[in-house]
């Protein structure tokens, strides 16, 4: 067979292990040939391809990013766009195509799909986020990355007697926050689940320096929402093809707030792409090559509009349709972690 690969949305620690799995099974068990699509569905409306061969995927396992590289294009925006992607895939005599990416890019993946196109998905994204599949590659990463500058926050806010709030990344849900958080030792972790109580949050530190903790670590989900405005932290005003804005600012709004109601000297970090970039974590490898190999076995097998996912241990698919119609977010059962270390004020 001839398959297209593409990568899309935000860049993602396991993309290229997933490509390099896909590619070498299909090459070497499956005798197929493969043409990678550049910076995402941009790269399918221009055209712009390049042979993804053994050699080209060789040593690319453990690298961060993808050489596929990627954007935020978002083809259902474009007029006469989801028609264009059709006939240029068409004109590159594709068998099928493999999508690897995140609720936005997979909306398009979708929309392809019914208009013809015989694609499937594999679910990206640190956030987590992407319904129907337990674990995204990238999110273990994400957490290594959040829990390490945690653990070090710890250090020099105690030096200090210092608060210090830490923003992570996580959009519509909490899942870096809360792992990154509770395996970090934070004493405060804040996700967009759940709106922000200010008094709750200063009460809780207040309640540790007064017991001889004179530092306060709190980590806070970039998505979380403001507590006076209830809208979520931006830069600007400015919104990508998918309508997103770009979060940024609440851990410094917090910092700002926790100083003024406390009195406790207060800092914000904003960890910001640092968490998506560099080299993945083992277990991300593990779980981008299994699904690189489910992917390229639900090709061979006719299995078209369906997702791989993570079910436990099991590598299963589901409906794409499926995994776009909502997010995954941070349930009751997760909160009550957070709930369960606080103090009992
Ligand atoms: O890919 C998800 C994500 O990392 C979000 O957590 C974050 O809000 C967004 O991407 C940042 O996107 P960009 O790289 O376009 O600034």
Not at 10 to 25: Q, S, T
């Amino acid at each position: 067979m001839r398959i297209g690969v593409l990568t899309g949305g935000g860049d993602c620690p396991g993309l290229n292990a997933v490509i390099h799995a896909a590619v070498k099974k299909g090459i070497i068990h499956y005798g197929d040939q493969f043409v990678g699509f550049l910076e995402g569905w941009r790269g399918v409306l221009e055209n712009k391809t390049v042979p993804l061969t053994l050699e080209k995927v060789d040593g690319i396992l453990e690298k961060g990013g993808t050489i596929l590289r990627t954007s935020r294009t978002n083809v259902r925006k474009i007029e006469g766009g989801i028609e264009k992607c059709v006939q240029v895939l068409r004109a590159n005599k594709l068998d099928a195509l493999i999508a690897i990416g995140g609720d936005d890019t997979q909306s398009v993946t979708n929309a392809l799909i019914q208009a013809g196109v015989p694609g499937v998905g594999v679910p990206k994204t640190i956030d987590n986020d992407l319904n129907g599949t337990d674990v995204c590659f990238g999110f273990d990463t994400a957490v290594m990355i959040a829990t390490e500058a945690v653990d070090r926050l710890h250090t020099t806010a105690e030096s200090h007697e210092r608060v210090i709030v830490c923003e992570v990344m996580g959009r519509d849900a909490g899942w870096i926050a809360l792992t990154a958080g509770v395996a970090g030792g934070a004493h405060v972790v804040l996700v967009p689940e759940k709106p922000i109580d200010l008094e709750h949050v200063c009460a809780i530190l207040k309640h540790n320096y007064d017991h001889g903790k004179k530092y306060g670590i709190v980590v806070v989900a970039e998505g979380a929402k403001l507590p006076d405005s209830g809208a979520q932290a931006t830069k600007g005003n400015k919104v990508d093809s998918f309508g997103h804005a770009q979060l940024s600012g609440i851990g410094e709004h917090l910092a700002e707030e926790i100083e003024k109601k406390t009195g406790y000297e207060t800092r914000s970090v904003n960890l910001g792409h640092t968490q998506r970039g560099g080299t993945p974590t083992a277990y991300d490898r593990m779980l981008a090559t299994r699904y690189g190999l489910a992917a390229i076995d639900l090709v061979h097998q006719g299995k078209f509009g369906r997702l791989v996912v993570l079910r436990g241990t099991k590598i299963e698919d589901i409906p794409l349709a499926e995994a776009i119609a909502k997010n995954r977010t941070v349930d009751d059962s997760f909160l009550e972690i957070i709930s369960g270390l606080e103090p009992k004020l």
